[in-house]
T-cell receptor, first 111, second 112 residues
Framework: DAKTTQPTSMDCAEGRAANLPCNHSTISGNEYVYWYRQIHSQGPQYIIHGLKNNETNEMASLIITEDRKSSTLILPHATLRDTAVYYC????????????FGTGTRLQVTL | DGGITQSPKYLFRKEGQNVTLSCEQNLNHDAMYWYRQDPGQGLRLIYYSQIVNDFQKGDIAEGYSVSREKKESFPLTVTSAQKNPTAFYLCATAEVRNEKLFFGSGTQLSVL
């Protein structure tokens, strides 16, 4: 599976959009981009995933560049409850056993 | 969580003792997973099971054992052979051939 690179930490003011980047320059054609988040002392939570088209759900939007080498998770109106570690994962295997949760991006939402 | 119950939330182990962490699910998912998380680190896969009565080792299975006698249950035993067991343990489920994981709320294991 392709390796991902994320910033270690980011800050965002409450009410503003939080844009979390992820680089996956070695992604192959059949690999999906997944995003999870982990609030302190809880289990990770699935947010969204996509292959090549932009995706949106009730939690967030996922923007994947045309060459698929990077993506951005967008939380349109961040709240204090969005403070968490966000994991970007790339995988193609069709099984969760191969998901690799690295250290992710620690997003701090502030007043 | 929501359909995945891990217990207890906090567990203490004495030297040389085996302890068992419980994971129960009512999501009717075939696949179940155990992860370990150390402070400030990502998740590492210990064991997983995609069907009853079958399971596979993950990346760090040494010192751990599991069983899958029922679809709903996937207990993890931390044996005395695991010399550094202090960590946050997470159970997860998924439909087979699906990367969308559902996680429990975790068990914090500490050594006395």
């Amino acid at each position: 599976d392709a390796k991902t690179t994320q910033p270690t930490s980011m800050d965002c003011a409450e009410g503003r959009a939080a844009n979390l980047p992820c680089n996956h320059s070695t992604i192959s054609g059949n690999e999906y981009v997944y995003w999870y988040r982990q609030i302190h002392s809880q289990g990770p939570q699935y947010i969204i995933h996509g292959l090549k088209n932009n995706e949106t759900n009730e939690m967030a939007s996922l923007i994947i560049t045309e060459d698929r080498k990077s993506s951005t998770l967008i939380l349109p109106h961040a709240t204090l409850r969005d403070t968490a570690v966000y994991y970007c994962i790339v995988t193609s295997t069709g099984t969760a056993s191969k998901l690799t949760f690295g250290t992710g991006t620690r997003l701090q939402v502030t007043l | 969580d929501g359909g995945i119950t891990q217990s207890p939330k906090y567990l203490f182990r004495k030297e040389g003792q085996n302890v068992t962490l419980s994971c129960e699910q009512n999501l009717n998912h075939d696949a179940m997973y155990w992860y370990r998380q150390d402070p400030g680190q990502g998740l590492r896969l210990i064991y997983y099971s995609q069907i009853v009565n079958d399971f596979q080792k993950g990346d760090i299975a040494e010192g751990y054992s599991v069983s899958r006698e029922k679809k709903e249950s996937f207990p993890l035993t931390v044996t005395s052979a695991q010399k550094n067991p202090t960590a946050f343990y997470l159970c997860a489920t998924a439909e087979v051939r699906n990367e969308k994981l559902f996680f429990g709320s975790g068990t914090q294991l500490s050594v006395l």
